[in-house]
T-cell receptor, first 111, second 113 residues
Framework: AQSVTQLGSHVSVSEGALVLLRCNYS??????LFWYVQYPNQGLQLLLK??????LVKGINGFEAEFKKSETSFHLTKPSAHMSDAAEYFC?????????FGAGTRLTVKP | AAGVIQSPRHLIKEKRETATLKCYPI?????VYWYQQGPGQDPQFLIS???????DKGSIPDRFSAQQFSDYHSELNMSSLELGDSALYFC????????????FGPGTRLTVT
């Protein structure tokens, strides 16, 4: 069985500040890991993914995430938050033919 | 680039009615996945099709059925609708059954009154 835990259902940062959204997973085998962003009333947009290879993954809009097997984590970061980053973020894991999402983290960016 | 198309984008139905949601995958994609996202919830996998055959089954209620057609578009049929079926329904597509390369559509928001 596999699951995804996103620590913090709401995260608030000031514009220009570091964004850190946490994701931990449990999986019996090496997983494929994803971060998606969802703007209000819109679909899921892929930010980045880890499948194999380099553990530091760079995505769109300046986001990146690092796969840390020893910590079973895949935290999402961005050095400087922008107002347009305000959205819901979902971490997801695929193991075999099963995709599981975390509960989501709502990011608020204050001016 | 062409994306996944879902129709309708919004649908309002009454309890016990039926609804049909459509998904048109990215050209040359042969695999379709359906997800349900309840209000304030994370998306839950319902069912998937690869080359017109059901490939994986998630938490799809017995009242729901789906199929994939020869042109690879898919339809999710929902009967005896309940208030709890109100949700955003996503379709995603990929090629050759690859779960790692899913592209999501914008979703259909179903409201059951």
């Amino acid at each position: 069985a596999q699951s995804v835990t996103q620590l913090g259902s709401h995260v608030s940062v000031s514009e220009g500040a570091l964004v850190l959204l946490r994701c931990n997973y449990s999986s019996s085998v090496p997983p494929y890991l994803f971060w998606y962003v969802q703007y209000p009333n819109q679909g899921l947009q892929l930010l980045l993914k880890y499948t194999t290879g380099a553990t530091l993954v760079k995505g769109i809009n300046g986001f990146e995430a690092e796969f840390k097997k020893s910590e079973t984590s895949f935290h999402l970061t961005k050095p400087s938050a922008h107002m347009s980053d305000a959205a819901e973020y979902f971490c997801a894991v695929i193991n075999n033919n099963d995709m599981r999402f975390g509960a989501g983290t709502r990011l608020t960016v204050k001016p | 680039a062409a994306g996944v198309i879902q129709s309708p984008r919004h649908l309002i139905k009454e309890k016990r009615e039926t609804a049909t949601l459509k998904c048109y995958p990215i050209p040359r994609h042969d695999t379709v996945y359906w997800y349900q996202q309840g209000p304030g919830q994370d998306p839950q996998f319902l069912i998937s099709f690869y080359e017109k055959m059901q490939s994986d089954k998630g938490s799809i209620p017995d009242r729901f059925s789906a199929q994939q057609f020869s042109d690879y578009h898919s339809e999710l049929n929902m009967s005896s609708l309940e208030l709890g079926d109100s949700a955003l329904y996503f379709c995603a597509s990929s090629s050759t059954g690859s779960w790692r390369e899913q592209y999501f559509g914008p979703g259909t928001r179903l409201t059951v009154t």
